[in-house]
């Protein structure tokens, strides 16, 4: 079966750290191809700095790339392998050395250039592959999950060193990943993907605390979503849960979006907040915060991300306050699954 991407005028901006996420099979790998000139494209174009590059061939584009595996040659040493981008383009030998030099300096491998792949570790490989598609100075970096086979320290190692190498040559960058953790650590901007389409694009932040899709949401991790209708300034839950909305949304059906971080346990009502009464389930303690499991006394369970400040202990099968704040909860009205379809033209 064919696999077809509907993109349309998706911009990626000159010297940002651009993101392509979503689930396995989504398209974002292929979209890169696409950009990189691996595949070709049915209809439209693509665009840099307002040149169509559509059908420029993948080793005229000139762009960098760093796959999921290193793909490095096995019998050139380290410092020809990041090398061998300078010596295809005729660079003289001492010019192209002197590059690949400075390259492995700044990913932190300055005296490894006589060694062999095989005699790296994972993370040394990857900051090779790195060095070897930054040399020739791309004006667009591609990167395909780069980190998937590393282990969790080596990944929080590698997206501080790319952070860093972005920051220092202002370099675009265009990231694809299918990691919520590595988009809101890394990105100024992401498109979210599905079924070859884009859902939605904006800043890590402004998706997760504003999403204009329930798949957004959904995708991102927020577990309270409520489906209900607003009626004179409330949210109904179908249990019957009344919530007071930030604005008069009139009367429509749709979805409320609670951010667990949004909510707040009390033993007692809260004079300055909204609140409902609920039961609080179960608490886990992880890394400093507390998640807890909820029931409202309509049924409804829900989940909140509390501060580990020792209030809860105790509390646990008892009757609690859960308050909020109306300007932190989320309406979307009942949407149809439409196909929202961003070509991506990075541009100045």
């Not at 019998?75 to 010019?95: C, D, H, Q, T, W």
């Not at 501060?307 to 609690?320: R, Y």
Request: hydrophobic content about 35%.
């Amino acid at each position: 079966m064919d696999f077809h991407l509907y993109i349309q005028n998706l911009q990626v901006k000159h010297g940002e750290f651009f993101g392509l996420i979503g689930e396995s099979g989504c398209g974002k790998t292929t979209l890169l191809k696409i950009l990189a000139g691996l595949l070709p494209v049915n209809e439209g174009s693509l665009l840099q700095n307002g040149r169509d590059i559509t059908g420029i061939p993948a080793e005229k584009r000139s762009l960098g790339m760093v796959f999921q595996q290193d793909r490095l040659f096995p019998y050139m040493n380290i410092e020809k392998n990041v090398a061998f981008g300078l010596k295809m383009k005729g660079v003289p030998r001492s010019k192209r050395i002197t590059r690949a030099r400075d390259m492995l300096s700044s990913v932190g491998l300055k005296d490894l250039g006589e060694r062999f792949p095989l005699e790296l570790s994972g993370g040394q490989r990857q900051r090779v592959a790195i060095a070897r598609a930054m040399v020739t100075n791309p004006p667009i970096l591609l990167m395909d999950e780069p980190f998937s086979a590393l282990d969790p320290n080596l990944r929080k190692e590698m997206r501080e060193l790319v952070l860093d190498i972005h920051k220092k040559y202002s370099m675009t960058i265009i990231f694809v990943t299918h990691d919520r953790e590595e988009a809101f650590m890394m990105f100024d901007r992401m498109s979210i993907m599905r079924n070859g389409n884009v859902v939605e694009t904006g800043t890590p932040r402004s998706l997760y605390e504003k999403p204009s899709r329930l798949y957004t949401a959904r995708f991102l991790g927020i577990p309270n979503i409520l489906s209900g209708r607003t009626e004179k300034g409330l949210f109904l839950t179908l249990e019957g849960l009344e919530l007071s909305m930030e604005k008069h949304e009139g009367e429509r059906e749709g979805e409320l979006i609670i951010r667990p971080e949004s909510l707040e346990i009390t033993q007692f009502h809260p004079e300055d907040r909204f609140a409902f009464r609920a039961i609080l389930e179960k608490t886990r303690f992880r890394q400093g915060m507390v998640h807890c499991k909820i029931t409202t006394h309509r049924g409804l369970i829900l989940e909140t991300l509390e501060k580990n400040n020792g209030e809860l202990e105790g509390l646990t099968g008892k009757e609690v306050y859960v308050s909020y704040s109306p300007t932190d909860l989320v309406f979307l009205e009942n949407e149809r699954e439409v196909r929202e379809c961003s070509t991506l033209m990075p541009e100045k």
